[in-house]
């Protein structure tokens, strides 16, 4: 059973930076493609960014640029960099499998003065 866990959200100004972690369970993960996706209050669920075993990335053209997601197979854990952040950045942040179809609590990324 595919188990993620979500980190690293909080409050941020606008302009600021945070990092946001994710560590998966249940997988062969150093095997799996992970993405990041977000749910902003009254929008539905998109993806930011995402992430192959080889390494290529992927990125939301409203974020290319100002995030980096990276992985590290050692420690299971896929992140995702965030800088320059925009109050349209507020939303709840989730990873995934993303040849699975379960998703963990999320983080709240909350960007505002």
């Known amino acids: 059973q595919v188990q993620l866990v979500e980190s690293g959200g909080g409050l941020v100004q606008p302009g600021g930076s945070l990092r946001l972690s994710c560590v998966a369970s249940g997988i062969e993960f150093s095997n799996s493609a992970m993405g990041w996706f977000r749910r902003a209050p009254g929008k539905q669920r998109e993806w930011v960014a995402q992430i192959l075993s080889t390494g290529t990335t992927n990125y939301a053209r409203s974020v290319k640029g100002r995030f980096t997601i990276s992985r590290d197979d050692a420690k299971n854990t896929v992140y995702l960099q965030m800088n320059d952040l925009k109050p349209e950045d507020t939303a709840v942040y989730y990873c995934?499998?993303?040849?699975?179809?379960?998703w963990g609590q999320g983080t709240q990324v909350t960007v505002s003065s």
């Open positions: 995934k499998v993303l040849s699975r179809d379960s």
